[in-house]
């Protein structure tokens, strides 16, 4: 299959809250639309990374990155989240969601960010060369679901 990888563009909302729907199910899948769209007017989210992924003549996947802060503050060190990933499940297992972490972080680099945060599963992004937050001393100051406890 190929995959092409791009920059999300306004018109490309409907298409990608659809592909988070189907990617967290019926009981997490709106809830995580809602969070995205809520990302994308949030000024301290700022600034934004979106991408798409093109399979198959259409949108497969997604990724968000926004702006995050350390407490307390380390001066001069920039960071980024992403909520979510996501992927529709037909294409999942294929390597998409890799490729777009792998599109985005070096944009991410260029733009100064140096350290990017997700909140997941740890196996989804250990193959993506990321490590538990708690092995460098971070912890999250709000609820991690226990699934994602060693993001």
Sequence with gaps: MEIGVREAEAEDWTTISTVIEKAFGKEEGPELVELVAALQKDETAQPLWALVAEAQGGIVGHVLFTSTRLKPEIVGERSAITAPLSVDPKCQRQGIGGRLIAHALEPLRQDGVQLVFVLGGPADYSRNGFVSAGVHGFEA???????????
């Design 141 to 151: 100051h709000y609820p991690v679901p226990e699934t994602c406890a060693d993001a």
